[in-house]
């Protein structure tokens, strides 16, 4: 099984390049202090808004600090803190919608109504009063979204589990005596992964910019730190004079973003016998469909 | 002792919503026993709730009043029934997990049931090919298979733990006539190597009388007749009666 697994993923070029990309950003973001040429907080009057040169290979900013080095830095909140908080709530959520979706009755009932509750209100809102209480900073932003996000992520995933737990095989299994936690195990979760990759990888984009949102507000990463979203903004101010500082943080994102949205897909493909092509000799000579019709029995 | 009793057996399902306190009597009164070895046909029209009726025989539900006992025991208690009971069902679509192969299919009641210590690679290939399958088979998945390969493996994955009866619901209803006629050969031959009893739920009296030894006529959650298939000729009920007509006349 895993062995097929990497097989597929290796013949798959978007595949590799997309693993390449995100494993290169997470390395860059683990070890900053190796890979930035600079310090990324340090300001350099004579440099303002300097352009690319061999010593800083993306410029400099407004206050003269190194691009690089602050992309370089930014990936630990951008990257490395959205994909903690999307995987806390992604595992609390896919949790509760595969028990809501799997024991139905009352169980789905009650998780349910919470998931109302939860989704009764608007992020943004939920977000700034969560802020509100714990107070500004990063941290808080993150545990925000972890607390909010699981009831969505719940919803789709128990939707994804009440058509999956229909099969005939999981009947099958029910019936000669499985418990059911190796049911949902080894017959669900598979089934319904392919849902769970595509939500979290395709919330993973909006979370980043949601962040970024925060930090404009001043409710997140705080002023000298670098982060991406905040990166933008503050190119912003100088949208129309200097465009070329919004390239770098910009197309971060939709580097990040992208990659791990053809990760998802990939990943689905591979794990996906129907869609594998290693089966396909066998495919060719398995399928000698009958063709008669009509009513010889007895 | 009878192998399965059913005794005053009733089930409904809320209809509405939540709130809603109205609901539909699916299965009516429904009193019957099987002998062990024995294989009783149970024949209704979609709708009847004969299904309901297999789901809790196969004790995938419980019934609202009444019993529904296999060797004296609730038949809802899964450690009670371990693998003893198993089932095959009509749509061989969804019938196996689409992420197995046949082999792994095939191993997962063994699994279950401790047997599979005893049991190795091997007798899945003895169970392919009691069904009429090769070993080569075995590495396959199921959007590999034909509809009649598939529902032979799920018959193989069925038979894999011995068990002392099957449940078919709709088992062969959705083949090609001239796959139905082998599936059903193939069903009496393993019935007759392992004394098995099966419970045979469908729509068709034709391939139920085929197969049968009694058939059950099943209408609007209750048991009109229950017939030896020799006697069939001589059903008094409606219901049996009219079945046998169109079938006649077809």
Same mark, same amino acid.
């Given at each position: 099984?895993?062995?097929?697994?990497?097989?597929?993923?290796l013949?798959?070029?978007?595949?590799?390049?997309?693993?390449?990309?995100?494993?290169?950003?997470? @390395?860059?973001? @683990?070890?900053?202090?190796?890979?930035?040429?600079?310090?990324?907080?340090?300001?350099?009057?004579?440099?303002r808004?300097?352009?690319?040169?061999?010593?800083?290979?993306?410029?400099? +900013?407004?206050?003269?600090?190194?691009?690089?080095?602050?992309?370089?830095?930014?990936?630990?909140?951008?990257?490395?803190?959205?994909?903690?908080?999307?995987?806390?709530? =992604?595992?609390l959520?896919?949790?509760l919608?595969l028990?809501a979706?799997?024991?139905?009755?009352?169980? +789905?009932?009650?998780?349910?109504? =919470?998931?109302?509750?939860?989704?009764?209100?608007?992020?943004?809102?939920?977000?700034?009063?969560?802020?509100?209480?714990?107070?500004?900073?990063?941290?808080n932003?993150?545990?925000?979204?972890?607390?909010?996000?699981?009831?969505?992520?719940?919803?789709?995933?128990?939707?994804?589990?009440?058509?999956?737990?229909?099969?005939?095989?999981?009947?099958?299994?029910?019936?000669?005596?499985?418990?059911?936690?190796?049911?949902?195990?080894?017959? =669900?979760?598979?089934?319904?992964?392919? +849902?769970?990759?595509?939500?979290?990888?395709?919330?993973?984009?909006?979370?980043?910019?949601?962040?970024?949102g925060?930090?404009?507000?001043?409710?997140?990463?705080? @002023?000298?730190?670098?982060?991406?979203?905040?990166m933008?903004?503050?190119?912003? #101010?100088?949208?129309?004079?200097?465009?070329?500082?919004?390239?770098?943080?910009?197309?971060?994102?939709?580097?990040?973003?992208?990659?791990?949205?053809?990760?998802? +897909?990939?990943?689905?493909?591979?794990? #996906?016998?129907?869609?594998?092509?290693?089966?396909?000799?066998?495919?060719?000579?398995?399928?000698?469909?009958?063709?008669?019709?009509?009513?010889?029995?007895? | 002792? !009878?192998?399965?009793?059913?005794?005053?057996v009733?089930?409904?399902? $809320?209809?509405?919503?939540?709130?809603?306190? %109205?609901?539909?009597?699916?299965?009516?009164?429904?009193?019957?026993?099987?002998?062990?070895?024995?294989?009783? &046909?149970?024949?209704? /029209?979609? &709708?009847?709730?004969?299904?309901?009726?297999?789901?809790?025989?196969?004790?995938?539900?419980?019934p609202?009043?009444?019993?529904?006992?296999?060797?004296?025991?609730?038949?809802?208690?899964?450690?009670?029934?371990?693998?003893?009971? $198993?089932?095959?069902?009509?749509?061989?679509?969804?019938?196996?997990?689409?992420?197995?192969?046949?082999?792994e299919?095939?191993?997962?009641?063994?699994?279950?049931?401790?047997?599979?210590?005893?049991?190795?690679?091997?007798?899945?290939?003895?169970?392919?090919?009691?069904?009429?399958?090769?070993?080569?088979?075995?590495?396959?998945?199921?959007?590999?298979?034909? &509809?009649?390969?598939?529902?032979?493996?799920?018959?193989a994955?069925?038979?894999?733990?011995?068990?002392?009866?099957?449940?078919?619901?709709?088992?062969?209803?959705?083949?090609?006539?001239?796959?139905?006629?082998?599936?059903?050969?193939?069903?009496?031959?393993?019935?007759?190597?392992? !004394?098995?009893?099966?419970?045979?739920?469908?729509?068709?009296?034709?391939?139920?009388?085929?197969?049968?030894?009694?058939?059950?006529?099943?209408?609007?959650?209750?048991?009109?007749?229950?017939? !030896?298939?020799?006697?069939? %000729?001589?059903?008094?009920? /409606?219901?049996? %009666?009219?079945?046998?007509?169109?079938?006649?006349?077809?």
């Open positions: 099984m895993k062995m097929r697994l990497l097989t597929n993923l013949q798959d070029k978007l595949a590799v390049l997309s693993l390449a990309v995100i494993g290169l950003i997470l @390395a860059a973001g @683990a070890m900053a202090p190796v890979f930035a040429p600079h310090d990324p907080n340090a300001v350099n009057m004579d440099l808004y300097a352009g690319a040169s061999w010593h800083y290979l993306l410029g400099n +900013d407004h206050l003269g600090r190194c691009i690089l080095s602050r992309l370089i830095y930014g990936i630990r909140p951008s990257v490395l803190g959205v994909l903690a908080a999307l995987f806390v709530s =992604v595992a959520g896919a949790f919608g028990v979706g799997y024991f139905k009755g009352k169980t +789905d009932a009650v998780i349910m109504r =919470v998931c109302d509750i939860m989704l009764s209100f608007p992020g943004y809102v939920m977000t700034l009063a969560i802020v509100g209480i714990l107070g500004v900073g990063l941290g932003i993150l545990l925000a979204f972890m607390l909010l996000k699981w009831a969505w992520f719940a919803r789709i995933i128990r939707a994804s589990v009440l058509q999956a737990a229909e099969a005939d095989y999981i009947k099958f299994a029910r019936i000669t005596g499985v418990p059911s936690i190796t049911i949902l195990l080894r017959h =669900v979760v598979p089934v319904v992964s392919a +849902d769970i990759a595509v939500v979290a990888s395709s919330s993973f984009g909006s979370m980043i910019l949601q962040l970024s925060f930090s404009f507000l001043g409710l997140g990463v705080q @002023a000298p730190n670098a982060e991406w979203g905040m933008l903004n503050e190119a912003r #101010d100088v949208m129309f004079s200097r465009p070329e500082l919004m390239l770098a943080p910009g197309l971060a994102i939709v580097l990040t973003v992208s990659a791990v949205n053809f990760m998802s +897909d990939a990943l689905q493909t591979a794990l #996906d016998p129907t869609l594998s092509k290693t089966n396909r000799k066998f495919r060719e000579q398995a399928s000698l469909p009958v063709k008669l019709r009509g009513k010889e029995v007895a | 002792m !009878a192998l399965l009793n059913i005794s005053h009733f089930k409904s399902y $809320s209809a509405g919503g939540m709130f809603a306190r %109205r609901a539909q009597e699916v299965v009516r009164d429904v009193s019957f026993a099987c002998e062990p070895g024995e294989c009783l &046909g149970i024949v209704g /029209e979609s &709708g009847s709730g004969k299904s309901t009726l297999g789901r809790m025989i196969a004790g995938l539900e419980k609202d009043r009444g019993i529904v006992h296999w060797e004296g025991r609730p038949v809802w208690d899964r450690r009670q029934r371990g693998c003893r009971i $198993s089932a095959v069902f009509q749509d061989y679509t969804s019938s196996i997990n689409p992420f197995f192969t046949v082999e299919a095939i191993m997962e009641p063994l699994r279950t049931s401790g047997m599979h210590k005893r049991k190795d690679r091997s007798s899945v290939d003895l169970l392919l090919e009691q069904v009429g399958l090769n070993a080569s088979y075995r590495e396959r998945y199921p959007h590999e298979l034909s &509809g009649g390969e598939a529902q032979r493996v799920c018959i994955r069925a038979i894999a733990t011995e068990p002392h009866y099957i449940v078919m619901d709709e088992a062969v209803s959705s083949l090609d006539g001239s796959v139905q006629l082998l599936v059903l050969d193939l069903l009496k031959a393993l019935r007759r190597k392992y !004394a098995m009893s099966y419970m045979f739920i469908t729509h068709d009296l034709q391939a139920a009388a085929y197969l049968c030894d009694r058939i059950l006529f099943f209408k609007e959650g209750r048991v009109e007749e229950i017939i !030896a298939t020799e006697q069939l %000729r001589n059903a008094q009920s /409606e219901y049996a %009666r009219h079945l046998l007509r169109m079938v006649i006349t077809s």
